[in-house]
């Protein structure tokens, strides 16, 4: 054992100090390149001025003057959504000259939807701009394309048109007009409500609250377009509300709704509100998660959604207008109404409620997450590190031969102490374990063996170190550890299987074996590791249970077969004595009872049929139980339509399924003898099922003559129905009611 102890350690340490030698050129190797890496930092620092001067010179010198333009918006300064569209058109024509100030007029139709105010703001422009010839008019959003529409020639002398955020685009817009181009204001809100439904699928309502300006009303008209499509859903608008009476509005919504948020700035009063403060007023009063279709209200309180920025979306039209300008006719450049929103999420927002972030689309935008220290103070600690690396590197290129040595020398001595330590620990554990513990080769020698392998009919345990496994047991045997060794291989990771050896006293052992890779280096096996624990007592306890149960399962079966014959044979006597009768009266007497001796007949060979014999489907007897009665009181085909509607598998222990089955042997008996008199035809309806509050409910109802006004179910005179009284209230412990409506009605409750 020691010899294979050693043997495994040498192998081991050859391997460390292989690693070790490897691990110190690395290091060095990583010092050049840090040296490098240094110079061309300092390079950089010193040219970057003069490449980045050069640039601005070249600049200068090439830069174009951009043309009139004049920025028609919508809405008012302050406004979010209509502020970072413009901004996306400035950042577009300033990216081509740095100096160029835009003309730009706003409609104020927010804050004045009512639209009084245009006659004199059209004076206003005529009277500032009078002088000026436009090259480009750049249209923000429906108010600002009507106005230019509506005053192309007038003021604007036929300029170009081109436009951005416009809402339920159509060609009646342009008003004929043919020198207009632009993109058409896409958001994607089925995309959003997708997304909500897929992050809330018990949702009921969606609550989209709007205000009534041209804009609101146009995106709740798009709304409500797909609305059908999400049918499951109900989808509240709302009237013309003042703010408080919204928000009053929203603290009372059901917890099983979401906020579409699709645009109130103004409210009934007039009062106009800013995009990051109605979002703001909604997260604090709202009980449920609010969701968007624009990128402004992210960060202000809506969980996310599928966002449409209008920094990108105004960037996008300054990039048309530009080919215009280049000489591109407006007529030839067809509109755009593909949408460029993309999924955007506040994870603040997202713990509120409890959204984890692994459910969010792939490739989602997610703002507002954990901020760690380095993130957080990043352009510190790199320039730190920067300062720390270069005056370490300096150092180092002084002093690197002696520290080189020295490492090498304490990484030696650290790793000769350290093998020290391992190599009595793997002994003892090698030594003293109760399980097989083995590692071979990718080609199956065995490398090492712990003395447990001495109990197994193979040569000696000194000789195992180097033997090849089909040298050492029968082919069978090697070839099955073999293949499981190259199924651990294969895999990259444990494998399990059970091994059969034979001992040195004769008998053959089951062992569990758990194989594995072992890596010298990652992704490169050197070997296979088999860990074996002995389980052949545990296998021949589980046969052991396994013919008991068998017995048991005969045993019980052979039982429920002879009650089953036993009842049958009661049934022939009680029917030989029916016949030797001439009294009408025990005639019927002896038939009740056969029928209720099959019904109880009929449970045990459902149980003799099944493989639970404690319990039986409630279903499939009551089928059977009814083909039973209806060939035992020859009732013919069409004379009674009979339903059956069970619903849901209800199983019944042997006590309560007998009970059960002697009650509707009465009850179905009683409805086919005395419910259709003659030729008379009928329906007879079961219905058997599980309740809310636990209970079985079993309805038996039929269209007869009904039962009769003088029979008392709590206290009948009859022997049938004194019977199901008392099974109903003392076997299965329920309660019976009975209803004469159209026929006769008995419904039954017990405790499932």
């Known amino acids: ?89 400035i950042d577009v024509f300033r990216g081509k000259d740095k100096t160029w100030v835009p003309v730009v007029e706003y409609l104020d139709l927010k804050r004045l939807p009512d639209g009084r105010h245009l006659t004199e703001l059209k004076k206003l422009f005529r009277l500032k701009h009078q002088n000026k010839k436009f090259s480009m008019i750049i249209a923000m959003d429906n108010p600002a394309l009507e106005f230019a529409i509506d005053n192309q020639a007038e003021l604007f ?55 009534y300006t041209a804009t609101g009303l146009a995106v709740r008209k798009e709304l409500e377009a797909l609305a059908p499509r999400f049918g499951k859903v109900r989808f509240h608008f709302t009237d013309p509300l003042t703010m408080e009476e919204l928000l009053k509005e929203l603290e009372g919504l059901p917890k099983d709704s979401l906020v579409l948020e699709i645009g109130f700035i103004t409210d009934k009063s007039g009062r106009t509100f800013d995009i990051s403060e109605t979002t703001k007023l909604f997260y604090e009063r709202s009980p449920v998660p609010i969701y968007s279709t624009y990128e402004q209200r992210l960060g202000f309180g809506i969980v996310g959604g599928k966002l449409l920025s209008p920094r990108i979306h105004g960037a996008n039209a300054a990039r048309i207008a530009l080919r215009v300008l280049a000489g591109e006719k407006a007529s030839t450049i067809p509109i755009v109404f593909e949408s460029d929103s993309k999924f955007m999420f506040d994870n603040k927002v997202m713990s509120r409620f409890g959204i984890p972030l692994s459910v969010l689309p792939e490739h989602s935008t997610v703002i507002n997450k954990p ?86 009919d193979a040569p000696p345990l000194h000789e195992f170190v180097g033997k090849n496994v089909f040298d050492l047991f029968p082919r069978e045997v090697a070839e099955n550890l073999w293949n499981n060794d190259l199924a651990a291989l294969k895999l990259g990771g444990p494998v399990e299987s059970e091994e059969i050896v ?40 589980e046969e052991k249970i396994k013919a008991s149960l068998r017995e048991k399962d005969i045993l019980i079966s052979e039982i429920h077969h002879r009650v089953k014959n036993n009842l049958q044979v009661m049934s022939g006597l009680l029917k030989l004595q029916a016949r030797a009768s001439k009294n009408p009266e025990v005639i019927e007497s002896f038939n009740e009872s056969q029928d209720r001796i099959r019904a109880m007949a009929l449970v045990h060979e459902k149980l003799y049929n099944s493989k639970d014999f404690s319990k039986i489907n409630l279903a499939g007897y009551m089928r059977s139980l009814s083909q039973e009665l209806f060939i035992s009181h020859n009732i013919h085909p069409g004379k009674i339509d009979l339903t059956i509607e069970i619903k849901g598998d209800i199983i019944l222990d042997v006590s309560r ?51 009769p006004d003088d029979v008392d179910i709590d ?38």
């Not at 007009?177 to 058409?184: A, E, F, H, L």
Request: aromatic share 6%.
């Open 1 to 89: 054992m020691a010899m294979t102890n050693g043997y495994m350690v040498e192998i081991l340490w050859n391997r460390r100090e292989t690693r070790l030698r490897r691990s110190i050129m690395v290091r060095i190797q990583l010092i050049k390149r840090s040296l490098l890496l240094c110079i061309s930092f300092i390079v950089a620092l010193t040219t970057a001025p003069l490449l980045h001067a050069a640039e601005t010179a070249e600049s200068s010198d090439h830069g174009t003057t951009m043309q009139e333009i004049f920025i028609l918006n919508s809405y008012h300064p302050g406004y979010a959504w209509s502020d970072d569209e413009q901004a996306g058109v």
């Open 157 to 211: 002398r036929n300029a170009p048109i081109v436009f951005c955020g416009i809402n339920n685009y159509s060609p009646s817009l342009l008003n004929g007009r043919s020198d207009v181009t632009g993109i058409s204001e896409a958001i994607d809100i089925a995309g959003t409500i997708e997304v909500m439904l897929r992050l809330h699928p018990a949702t009921q309502e969606i609550f989209s609250p709007h205000d």
């Open 371 to 456: 901020v760690s220290f380095y993130a957080a103070h990043r352009v510190v600690i790199q320039t730190a590190l920067g300062i720390i690396v270069f005056l370490t590197i300096i150092i180092s290129l002084l002093t690197i031969n002696i520290i080189q040595r020295r490492r090498s020398a304490i990484v030696l001595c650290a790793s000769e102490e350290i093998l020290r330590v391992k190599q009595s620990q793997l002994q003892a554990i090698l030594d003293y374990s109760s399980t097989l513990i083995s590692i071979k080769d990718l080609n199956g020698n065995i490398i090492l063996a712990n003395r447990i392998f001495a109990v197994l």
């Open 502 to 541: 034979k001992h040195k006293d004769g008998n053959w052992h089951t062992y569990l074996t758990v194989k594995f890779p072992v890596y010298q280096e990652p992704g490169q096996p050197f070997g296979i590791c088999a860990i074996s624990t002995d389980i052949t007592e545990r296998k021949w306890a």
């Open 657 to 707: 399924a007998i009970s059960c089955g002697l009650v509707m042997n009465e009850l179905i008996s009683n409805a086919l003898k005395h419910a259709f008199p003659g030729d008379e035809l009928g329906k007879l309806q079961i219905i058997i099922r599980e309740t809310e509050s636990k209970e079985i409910e079993i309805i038996v109802r039929d269209n007869g003559v009904g039962l």
């Open 715 to 752: 206290e009948p005179r009859s022997v049938g129905l004194h019977l199901v009284n008392g099974l109903v209230k003392n076997q299965i412990y329920g309660q019976i009611e009975v209803k004469r409506d159209n026929g006769t009605e008995f419904r039954i409750t017990f405790p499932l």
